[in-house]
């Protein structure tokens, strides 16, 4: 069965960056187009970025454009989102997914991780 497992996560200030990483396993990447979504305490989760199946296409929610930059490598199975100059409204759950299109409703995904938590804070 397939699984997704997300790292990378941690305390920063803001203005630092982090990487965050998936790691599929029972699967192969690249038959999947890939998602990265996040939630803060109390709110629903929202959509930050997808991929397509080979990383030729990618698009972001508005807001994170120029900050945030979603890749992939289907030689390690990996999926990737650079996060630069972090917010203290950036803070949240970050989520992988896995869906057979790359669409921004998470209603599109079938596997899911179980997160990674992002603190930006002074």
């Known amino acids: 069965q397939v699984q997704l497992v997300e790292s990378g996560g941690g305390l920063v200030q803001p203005g630092d960056s982090l990487r965050l990483s998936c790691a599929v396993s029972?699967?192969?990447?690249?038959?999947?187009?890939m998602g990265w979504f996040r939630q803060a305490p109390g709110k629903e989760r929202e959509f930050v970025a997808t991929?397509?199946?080979?990383?030729?296409?990618?698009d972001y929610v508005d807001s994170l454009k120029g900050r945030f930059t979603i890749s992939r490598d289907n030689a390690k199975n990996t999926v990737y989102l650079q996060m630069n100059s972090l917010k203290p409204e950036d803070t949240a759950v970050y989520y992988c997914?896995?869906?057979?299109?790359?669409?921004?409703?998470?209603?599109?995904?079938?596997?899911w991780g179980q997160g990674t938590q992002v603190t930006v804070s002074s």
């Open positions: 997914a896995a869906a057979s299109f790359p669409f921004r409703s998470l209603k599109g995904y079938t596997y």
């Open positions: 029972g699967g192969t990447a690249s038959n999947y187009a």
């Open positions: 991929i397509n199946w080979t990383g030729s296409t990618t």
